[in-house]
Structures are given as C-alpha cells and as structure tokens.
C-alpha cells in the first residue's frame, strides 16, 4: 500500500530541523527500499524549508502512522501538522527513474483536496514533467479524498493547472525538490 506523508513545518523550527537532519536521514535510510519520493517543500526564496513529504509502500495504515510519526523531526516538535494520506502510484515509478532526473527546471507539490465524485484519476496525457502522481484515498482505498502531485513546470499556476479547476475545495502548490542525502 502506498502512502503519502506530508509533515509542515511548525513557524520557527529552522534551527531544530537544521540540527536533526542526520537523524532525519538515519531514520529514512530504514526506508530507502519502500521509498518513492521525497523531498523537502520550501518558501519563495527557494532554499528555506517549509514541510517535508514522503511518498512510501508499507504493509498497512498502522505501518505508514508509525512511519509519520515516530519520524525524528515529528518527535521533537519540527512539523505542524501532519498530512497522511494513501496514495496510488499511477506511473509506477519512483521519483529516481524521473526522466528529467534530479535537478534542473521548477519543481512543486500539487495538492487537491477534495471529496465527492473522484477526478483526475487518469494520468494526464503530458507525462514529461511528471515526477509522481496519483490519488489520495481514505484508508481502506475506497474513498478518493484528492489528488497528490510531484511535477516540473514552469511556474506554480502551471503546476496547478494540472488539476481540473473547481473538482477540489482547496488546491495548494508548494515549491519542492528532490529529497535524501546529497551524492
């Protein structure tokens, strides 16, 4: 079962997040073999860390609370809140077999979130900036609460345009980039 975990960062913990990043990356190495995407979400200026997401196959929705939040940064008071959803991996890849690979262009988090008829279950015919995509589902993955995206566009209305206008009750687009330790 996949999940997708979105911790946002509580105002003011840049200095705790700085100083428990080894631990943050120790505690997703046990996780590198279940791991589809990852990658921190950051403010304008492109570099300051505004949440951190996490796109992960674990056996169970008890396996992916645990792995939300018994996550270090989670533990010590770093996130806000936290956004755990089960998620569908509709290209059937993970963030590293991205053709467009690791760097270059803009990248964001497209997130639709909604309730009633599903929409954009199917993936968009323009694949080429897709990094991961698919729906957010209740736990038992019969209830579609939105649309969860990693995408390289140009800008973020692009990247939201990803989504069919008025289907969501709220669309939020955050700039994001490739996540783990650096090579």
Do not use: C
């Amino acid at each position: 079962m996949e999940f997708l975990s979105y911790h946002r960062d509580r105002p003011g913990s840049l200095p705790l997040r700085e100083e428990l990043r080894e631990e943050h990356w120790s505690y997703m190495d046990q996780y590198a073999k279940e791991m589809i995407a990852r990658g921190p979400t950051l403010a304008a200026d492109g570099h300051t860390p505004t949440g951190s997401v996490h796109i992960v196959d674990l056996p169970d929705p008890a396996a992916a609370r645990a792995f939300a939040f018994d996550e270090p940064n989670h533990q010590a008071g770093v996130y806000r809140d936290v956004l755990l959803r089960r998620w569908r991996n509709t290209l059937g890849r993970s963030m590293w077999d991205f053709p467009g690979g690791r760097t270059g262009g803009s990248r964001y988090l497209v997130l639709g979130l909604g309730s009633g008829q599903a929409a954009d279950l199917a993936v968009p015919s323009d694949r080429d900036g897709l990094i991961a995509y698919g729906p957010l589902l209740s736990d038992d993955g019969a209830t579609w609460l939105g649309t969860a995206a990693l995408v390289r566009a140009a800008d973020p209305d692009t990247a939201r345009a990803l989504l069919t206008p008025d289907r969501y009750d709220a669309v939020e687009v955050h700039n994001w980039q490739f996540g783990g330790r650096p090579s």
